[in-house]
Structures are given as structure tokens and as C-alpha cells.
């Protein structure tokens, strides 16, 4: 199931905000697994029979809501009354959804979990299609009157601006039978994702290879994330020689479930009168379309920097032929290990200039039991926080390693985590569900704060090197890497709303050719070999809706927002934590606007841009020391 869950007022929460990064898994996980490095889902329900009865009264409340049809516009108080029984159902819903998941990502082989999100996908159509008439009934009744409802009743404010969401989108909004059926389209529009999943996660006979030093690598999805950086080349060849040719073997699934998705999101933004999938996206929650096209266009326009970095990383792997599978390993070995406390303390002190509170936040989550922490059998691979349940503290999944990448992990996803409860604090239920748009700038953020801290307390220059050269490959893998996703995502959308068609052989072939710009394969900057092509197969991202176009914006945000935070600009901690206690309380461009990025302008990803340029300045320098 993906996460969009249901809210007959437009606020649509997360399930979790999964994380760019992918945490890679321990080469053995051990026997017995500590209680204290797991999260207590008992705190959302005691056991799976709560569980179990909780979702059957919700069920039995859904059809309580026809009752209220016809009377949203008699009164201030008959249309509070249903929004407040609706908003009971969605917060309880809520609720049963993320345990669902959560429990579900313990051990992706269990048969009752997948079961559990089964049932929870079916109650969320049934749900959708008991509210559909809601917004069409909201829009006959008409801007003026909602307006002076708002003013005639104080207890309506909480609803303000889902209410105003509902009256923008009338032009894409259908009449209270045709929402029904778009409603009970979830019932396979949600499929493509689903079989994906299933796929990729759990069916997939993934390769196992010896490498040189007689070790036994599994080439799972965590396997690949961890061996692919191995010091030994011939090793990384061989990783990604074995690992892309089984995904190779399934190009023609991949090819399927990823053009059915695709279709889907045609479906709906066209049933909507949208003019393209991508209009439809950014409508959700009122982005500029110049957002995204800007970013593609100043990706594409600092290339050159980028290219600069792929040459860097090669004279300092003493390399003349880069290759695709020489981009992971670190610059500069360290040979240093971050076991969990050390992670913690680091991650603490390193948020230190965002204030005491925020400190207090910080470490309170990580003492408590509310991070997934190491790699077990099953357990979904990668990271992410879900914060999603108002009166309920945030959780974070991680695939802790015990390496700087781990403790980077850390930071990221607490601040995500971190994030929700101040929003949760401030806001009401309504209004606390944050965007991607912003929820990936409050974890970059971290990320900068992190770095800084890392470089003050580095014991040697080596030591420096390997976090500078961390930071480059993260603004790779957050800028110019979710960009090239972004544009690749824009690209198949446009073929199938031409009418064209998209089989796996015609999605490598697309990839293939934005792989080769982005890493400068003509200039001699980086060779990409037809292996790799197939690597689109791989994100799980493009069955979320342009979805990852949001890191790349986010770093830009986040790196502008920490720097002023680490110059002491006045008020630069305010307006940033302001910018997180808004949640979701208004268009999330305009919040971040308002806090002085404007993602829709050349700015932010020039700035950005500039600030990989002068780490590489810094690289540069302490390698010119190091000759003398």
C-alpha cells in the first residue's frame, strides 16, 4: 500500500517518509535480538487482537457517515458535527494504518503481516469511497457560505484550511457519483506498486558471489547496497556484474508493473482534468510547476560540477577509467567503527546549535524505544521515520551498520522524527500532516549540522577527507541523482500521456541516455556500460508519483537553512523551527517560501551547487598539504 492515507478533508498524512538512503545490512545478524534495539509498537496497540478489534469498530462506523449527506451546508454546527466524526474515523484509521506497516516491515516473510496491510488497503477504499461525496457536497454549498460558517464558529478554525484545499480544487473535483468510482479505483490503481514490492522484496532469487577475500556476499537489495562499495574492485565489478544481470532477467516485469503505474497516475490526473500527471502531483498540495522544471534545468545547467567531483573521486582512487561501479566506495578509507552510543552522542552534539529544546527532543527519542534499529532477517530494507499518529511519538526504521553512513542515517531520519513532534505539538490533527516538499529539508538539514560537528572533531586529516568526501557523495546521491530520477520520471510520464508505450527494453534505453549525460560519459568522465542501464528497476520511488524531485529541492532548502544557522544569522533558528512547527498548516512552497527559499528560483541550487564547489576546494587544499 502506498502511503496516502485517507482524509475526507484533503489532509493527507504520510505512512512514513522513506529515506533516500539505503542503510546497508550487517553481514550477520545475530541470534538473539535485544528488545531494547527494536521499537514497542505496544504503544500504539497492546497486542494484534487490539489491533484486530479496533479496525472491526472502525469498520462499523463507516457507514454512519451517510448520515451526515445533505446537511453540510445547513448550518455552522451540522457541518461540524460530521467533520468532527470524520476526523475521529481518520485519526483512528491512522492509527490501525502505520501499525499495520510497521509490524509489516518487522519481517516483510511473514504471511499474517502482508495479510494485515491486505486488509488495511481494502478498509482505506471503503473509507474513501464513504466520504466521496463530501467534497462535491462542500462545493455546492459554495465558497461564501463555508466562509461565513468559519466565521460564525470558532470550533470550525481546525478545518479552515482543509475546507479552503476543497474549494481550490473544485475544477478538478467530479461530481459525488464519479468520485465514488475514482475512489474504488484504489482497488487496483494501488496494484503496480504492490506486485513491485512483492517482487523486488521477497521473490527475487537474488545471486550470491564469492569475493576475493572468500567471503560469501548475498546480492539482495541490502547485500548490493553494502558490497558495492568494497575496496577491491574487481569485488564492485563483480557485485554489479551479478546484481544488475538478475535484474536484467526480470526487465520485462519490471517493464510491466513500472508502465501500469505510470498509467495509473495518467488515469486519475486526466479523470481530473489535469493536463498532465505531473500537474496533477504538484496540484495536490499547490506547487509551482516552474518548481520542478527549475531544478531540472540548473541540474542540468551545473553539470560541470558534478563532472568535477566524478574526476576528483578518480585521482583520489588512483583511477584513469571510472566506471559506474567505482562511484560508492569512500574517497578515504576510515578505519573507524560507530557503534550505536558513539552514534547517539555524536547525532546529539551535532544538533546542538538548533537550541536546547530541540537538543531535548533529539535525545528523548533516541533513549526511548522508538528506532527499528540493525538488520534482520526480512526486515525491510533502508530507513525512514513515520510520525503520522497526532498523540503518538514518531518511529524510525534504520539498518544500522556500525559506520559513519549509519550514524549520517541517524541523524537524517531523527530529524524527520524530530520534525512530526513539533508539528504534532503545535498543530492540530488537521493541520500537523507535513509535505515531502518540507518533511526532506528538516533530515538534510541534520545531515550539514553533522558534518560541521564531524570536521571540528576530527582527529586527522585523513578523518576529514572521508566525511568531506561523504558530504560530496551525499549531494550526488540527494541532488544531482534525485534530479536525474526526477527528469527520467517526467520523461516516461510525457511518452504515455502521447499515447506511447513503455517496455522494460525502452526504459533502459531512456535511462540509459540520462545515466550517460549526468555522469558526463561522452566527455571521458565516467564510462556507463549497458549493465547498468536496467538500474530504474530498482527505485522503488517512481511508484510513488512524483515523489523524489522533493530530496533534491529539500538538500537545496536544507543546506540554505543550516548554513544560516551556522553563521548565527539572526533568528535563523526561529524562522527554521517556525518552518517545522507549521507542519502542514498552508502550502508547503509558500512555508518555505516564507522563511526565505524560494525553490522555484535558480537560487537555492546555485547556493548549493556553490557549497560543493568549496568542499572540493577544501579537498583540494588538504590534499596540496599533504604533498609538501
Known amino acids: 500500500m502506498k502511503s496516502r492515507l485517507l482524509s475526507a478533508l484533503l489532509a493527507l498524512l504520510p505512512l512514513s517518509t522513506p529515506s533516500v538512503r539505503a542503510a546497508a545490512a550487517a553481514a550477520a545478524t545475530p541470534a538473539a535480538v535485544d528488545p531494547a534495539t527494536t521499537w514497542d509498537l505496544t504503544l500504539l496497540y497492546p497486542n494484534e487482537a487490539a489491533w484486530t478489534t479496533a479496525k472491526n469498530q472502525l469498520a462499523a462506523g463507516l457507514p454512519k457517515i451517510k448520515t451526515f449527506e445533505g446537511t453540510l451546508g445547513q448550518n455552522p454546527a451540522s457541518l461540524l458535527t ?58 455546492t454549498v459554495g465558497d ?40 474504488g479505483a484504489g482497488l487496483v490503481t ?27 556476499a548475498r546480492l539482495d537489495a541490502s547485500g548490493y547496497t553494502r558490497w558495492r562499495a568494497a575496496p577491491d574492485r574487481a569485488d564492485r565489478q563483480a557485485v ?67 563532472h568535477r567531483y566524478f574526476k576528483l573521486r578518480a585521482r583520489m582512487l588512483g583511477l584513469t577509467d571510472l566506471r559506474y561501479w567505482d562511484i560508492y566506495p569512500p574517497i578515504v578509507r576510515l578505519e573507524k ?32 524505544r522508538y528506532t ?23 518511529y524510525v526504521l534504520i539498518n544500522y551498520n556500525n559506520d559513519y553512513e549509519s550514524v549520517s542515517t541517524l541523524a537524517h531520519e531523527w530529524g524527520h522524527g524530530v520534525h512530526s513532534l513539533l508539528a504534532n505539538a503545535t498543530q492540530p490533527a488537521t493541520d500537523s500532516g507535513y509535505s515531502i516538499f518540507t518533511a526532506e529539508i528538516a533530515s538534510t538539514q541534520n545531515e550539514v549540522l553533522l558534518l560541521d560537528h564531524m570536521l571540528k572533531v576530527a582527529a586527522t586529516d585523513d578523518e576529514k577527507l572521508y566525511y568531506l568526501g561523504s558530504a560530496l557523495e551525499n549531494f550526488r546521491g540527494t541532488f544531482f541523482r534525485q534530479a536525474m530520477f526526477a ?12 499515447g506511447g508505450a513503455l517496455s522494460g527494453a525502452k526504459l533502459s534505453e531512456m535511462y540509459g541516455d540520462l545515466l550517460r549525460r ?57 524562522t527554521y523551527l517556525g518552518l517545522l512547527k507549521a507542519g502542514g498548516s498552508d502550502h508547503p512552497y509558500d512555508l518555505v517560501k516564507r522563511a526565505g527559499v524560494d525553490l522555484a528560483s535558480p537560487a537555492p541550487y546555485r547556493a548549493l551547487v556553490a557549497r560543493m564547489n568549496s568542499i572540493m576546494d577544501q579537498i583540494e587544499a588538504i590534499l596540496a598539504r599533504q604533498k609538501k
Open 82 to 139: 460530521a467533520l468532527d466524526y470524520i476526523q475521529t474515523l481518520t485519526l483512528q484509521f491512522t492509527r490501525l494504518a502505520v501499525y499495520s506497516s510497521l509490524k509489516g516491515d518487522e519481517d516483510k516473510r511473514v504471511a499474517a503481516n502482508l495479510e494485515h496491510s491486505q486488509e488495511i488497503s481494502l478498509l482505506e477504499t471503503e473509507f474513501s469511497r464513504a466520504t466521496s461525496w463530501i467534497n462535491p457536497e462542500i462545493l
Open 144 to 183: 461564501a457560505k463555508i466562509r461565513g460558517f468559519l466565521t460564525a464558529e470558532p470550533r470550525l478554525a481546525q478545518y479552515r484550511f482543509s475546507l479552503m484545499e476543497i474549494l481550490r480544487a473544485a475544477p478538478h473535483t467530479l461530481g459525488a457519483e464519479a468520485e465514488n468510482v475514482l475512489s
Open 190 to 216: 494501488e496494484t503496480p506498486s504492490e506486485v513491485y514490492g512483492i517482487l523486488s522484496n521477497a521473490d527475487v532469487p537474488w545471486p550470491t558471489i564469492k569475493l576475493a577475500n572468500g567471503t560469501e
Open 240 to 306: 554489479f556484474e551479478a546484481f544488475w544481470k538478475k535484474f536484467r532477467e526480470y526487465e520485462r516485469t519490471f517493464g510491466v508493473t513500472l508502465f501500469s503505474e505510470v498509467k495509473a497516475d495518467w488515469f486519475t490526473a486526466s479523470a481530473r482534468k489535469y493536463s498532465s500527471s505531473l500537474a496533477s502531483a504538484l496540484g495536490a498540495h499547490n506547487i509551482p510547476e516552474a518548481v520542478y522544471r527549475t531544478l531540472i534545468a540548473e541540474t542540468n545547467a551545473n553539470l560541470p560540477t558534478l
Open 337 to 368: 567503527t560507530f557503534p550505536i552510543a558513539t552514534g547517539k552522542a555524536l547525532t546529539t552534539a551535532a544538533v546542538g546549535p538548533l537550541g536546547a529544546a530541540y537538543v531535548k527532543l533529539f535525545s528523548d527519542s533516541l533513549a526511548g
Open 372 to 394: 527499528h534499529l540493525y538488520p534482520q532477517p526480512g526486515k525491510r530494507q533502508g530507513a525512514y521515520m513515520n510520525g503520522s499518529v497526532h498523540d503518538a511519538h514518531p
Open 487 to 498: 527528469e527520467f520520471e517526467l520523461a516516461i510520464h510525457e511518452v504515455v500521456e502521447k
Open 518 to 574: 549526468y555522469h558526463g560519459d561522452a566527455q571521458g568522465v565516467l564510462k556507463i556500460d549497458d549493465l547498468v542501464t536496467i538500474e530504474w528497476a530498482y527505485i522503488p520511488h517512481f511508484y510513488r508519483h512524483f515523489y523524489v524531485y522533493q530530496y533534491a529541492t529539500s538538500i537545496a532548502a536544507g543546506t540554505a537553512f543550516a548554513e544560516r544557522t551556522l553563521r548565527g544569522d539572526p533568528g535563523a533558528v526561529d
